[in-house]
Structure formats: structure tokens, C-alpha cells
């Protein structure tokens, strides 16, 4: 099993920048893919980012492409999502979450088995 903590999230007005963390520990021999997702009150969980784990394969939804930049170092079994322009309307609570895979990415929220407690984003207009 992978146990995940990420961290990072706070309080910013728009258009300033967060660097999510998602730190990985528990069994991190096995090669893992790592999705971020968030969700806003009332709202569904939605996919923001993936990446395999090379690194080689990345996805960003049309939402955030362009300004969110995902990343990881294997060393250091984390996993880093870089949020740069944020918007009000992406305040929400943010999970990173992992799956077991040699390759490629999944996007779908039901792919993953380990997930993170979530840590808060605000953005302030």
C-alpha cells in the first residue's frame, strides 16, 4: 500500500501560485501512477493533472492547461503540482492520489485505490 500527505495549500489571491506537495511513503518500490484532483463545495470531484511514472506521460485538463505544471522525483517519492494564474473558482480541496501501473496515466477518479486527506486552496478575488 501507498500512504500519501500532501501539502502546500493556503490562502492567495488570484492570479498569484501555490506548489502543491504529495509526498509518498509505505510501499513505493512498486512503480505508481499519481493524479491530483480537487473538489469545491457541492460540487464533484474533478481530474486536474496526471503523470506516470516515468513522468514521461502527463495530462492536464482543459481547465488548467497551460498554467498548472505537474512534476515528481522518484527520490523523493513526491509528487509536485504547480499552480500558477489560480482563479476564485478553483478554490476547493485538493487530493493527490496513486495507483499501481508501470505506465501511462489514468484520469478517472475510480482508477486509483490510495489517496491522500486533502489539503485546502483559496483564492481570493
Known amino acids: 500500500q501507498v500512504q500519501l500527505v500532501e501539502s502546500g495549500g493556503g490562502l492567495v489571491q488570484a492570479g498569484g501560485s501555490l506548489r502543491l506537495s504529495c509526498a509518498a511513503s509505505?510501499?513505493?518500490?512498486?512503480?505508481?501512477?499519481v493524479g491530483w484532483f480537487r473538489q469545491a463545495p457541492g460540487k464533484e470531484r474533478e481530474t486536474v493533472a496526471a503523470?506516470?511514472?516515468?513522468?514521461?506521460?502527463?495530462y492536464y485538463s482543459d481547465a488548467v492547461k497551460g498554467r498548472f505544471t505537474i512534476s515528481r522525483d522518484n527520490a523523493k517519492n513526491t509528487v509536485y503540482l504547480q499552480m500558477n494564474n489560480l482563479k476564485p473558482e478553483e478554490t476547493a480541496v485538493y487530493y493527490c492520489?496513486?495507483?499501481?501501473?508501470?505506465?501511462?496515466?489514468?484520469?478517472?477518479?475510480?482508477?486509483?485505490?490510495?489517496w491522500g486527506q486533502g489539503t485546502q486552496v483559496t483564492v481570493s478575488s
Open positions: 503523470i506516470s511514472w516515468s513522468g514521461a506521460n502527463i
Open positions: 492520489a496513486a495507483r499501481y501501473s508501470g505506465s501511462g496515466y489514468a484520469t478517472s477518479s475510480h482508477e486509483y485505490a490510495y
Open positions: 509505505g510501499c513505493t518500490s512498486r512503480a505508481y501512477g
